[in-house]
C-alpha cells in the first residue's frame, strides 16, 4: 500500500521538501517509531520497527533494512530497495530484481546466479518454533503444529492461502491420508510437497 507522511508545519525535519517520494520498503510497524521519534518521547526498545524520520527528511538516504509480509502460516514476502523475494509454506519461491523489472514479470528465483541473494533475503524470514511441519497435497495445505492437532486449509477456496477455515474436523481423511503419506516415506522436513496420485 502507498504511504504518505505529512510532518506537521514547525516540526518539519532538515531537508524536507513536500511532494518528494521514497521507493524504501517500510512496514506499518514502523509508525509507532516514526512518531515517538518525531516528538522526541523517550526510546521504547521493546517496539518492533524502525523510525521513518530519516526517509522523510531525505528519501534518497541509505536504508538496507527490509520489510517481511507474512500471509498465512510459513508464506513469507521479502522486499529491499532492490528485491523481493517470496518463499510459500511448500518452499516454492518467487524472486524480482525491482531494479530491472519494477512491476515483478519475470520470476529469477531459479536463476542459480541468484543463490547467494535468495539466501540473504531469507535471513530475514521468521521461523515459527510452534509449527513442525507445511505440507501440500494438491488443494491442500496442512500445517502440523509440534504440540497440538493438525490444520487444513484449502488454499485453493475463496480465502486462499489467507487461511480463514480450518477444515480439519470437516476432512478427517484427508489428514489421515497426510500423516499416513508422512509416516510411511520418513518425511520429517519442515516443507512436504506430496505428488497427486500418491495416496489414491
Given at each position: 500500500?502507498?504511504?504518505?507522511?505529512?510532518?506537521?508545519t514547525?516540526?518539519?525535519?532538515?531537508?524536507?521538501?513536500?511532494?518528494?517520494?521514497?521507493?524504501?520498503?517500510?512496514?506499518?510497524?514502523?509508525?509507532?517509531?516514526?512518531?515517538?521519534?518525531?516528538c522526541?518521547?523517550?526510546?521504547?526498545?521493546?517496539?518492533?520497527?524502525?523510525?521513518?524520520?530519516?526517509?522523510?527528511?531525505?528519501?534518497?538516504?541509505?536504508?538496507?533494512?527490509?520489510?517481511?509480509?507474512?500471509?498465512?502460516?510459513?508464506?513469507?514476502?521479502?522486499?529491499?530497495?532492490?528485491?523481493?523475494?517470496?518463499?510459500?509454506?511448500?518452499?516454492s519461491?518467487?524472486?524480482?530484481?525491482?531494479?530491472?523489472?519494477?512491476?515483478?514479470?519475470?520470476?529469477i528465483?531459479?536463476?542459480a546466479?541468484?543463490?547467494?541473494?535468495?539466501?540473504?533475503?531469507?535471513?530475514?524470514i521468521p521461523?515459527?518454533?510452534?509449527?513442525?511441519?507445511?505440507?501440500?497435497?494438491?488443494?491442500?495445505?496442512?500445517?502440523?503444529?509440534?504440540?497440538?492437532?493438525?490444520?487444513?486449509?484449502?488454499?485453493?477456496?475463496?480465502?486462499?492461502?489467507?487461511?480463514?477455515?480450518?477444515?480439519?474436523?470437516?476432512?478427517?481423511?484427508?489428514?489421515?491420508?497426510?500423516?499416513?503419506?508422512?509416516?510411511?516415506?520418513?518425511?520429517?522436513?519442515?516443507?512436504?510437497n506430496?505428488p497427486?496420485g500418491?495416496?489414491?
Amino acid at each position: 500500500m502507498p504511504l504518505m507522511i505529512v510532518p506537521p508545519t514547525g516540526s518539519q525535519p532538515a531537508g524536507f521538501k513536500p511532494g518528494t517520494q521514497c521507493s524504501a520498503p517500510v512496514s506499518l510497524l514502523d509508525l509507532y517509531p516514526t512518531m515517538v521519534d518525531a516528538c522526541a518521547l523517550p526510546d521504547r526498545p521493546e517496539i518492533e520497527g524502525n523510525s521513518l524520520v530519516p526517509l522523510v527528511a531525505d528519501p534518497s538516504t541509505g536504508w538496507e533494512k527490509a520489510t517481511v509480509s507474512t500471509i498465512g502460516r510459513g508464506s513469507h514476502s521479502v522486499a529491499t530497495r532492490r528485491w523481493r523475494y517470496i518463499r510459500y509454506f511448500d518452499g516454492s519461491e518467487e524472486l524480482y530484481d525491482l531494479q530491472a523489472d519494477p512491476e515483478e514479470w519475470v520470476n529469477i528465483a531459479a536463476a542459480a546466479e541468484n543463490g547467494d541473494v535468495k539466501l540473504q533475503m531469507a535471513k530475514y524470514i521468521p521461523e515459527d518454533a510452534r509449527f513442525k511441519q507445511y505440507v501440500r497435497w494438491g488443494r491442500w495445505k496442512c500445517v502440523i503444529p509440534v504440540e497440538g492437532d493438525p490444520m487444513l486449509f484449502d488454499i485453493q477456496s475463496e480465502f486462499g492461502i489467507s487461511e480463514q477455515n480450518d477444515l480439519a474436523s470437516d476432512h478427517p481423511d484427508v489428514v489421515e491420508a497426510i500423516q499416513a503419506h508422512l509416516g510411511e516415506n520418513e518425511l520429517t522436513s519442515r516443507r512436504v510437497n506430496i505428488p497427486l496420485g500418491s495416496r489414491e
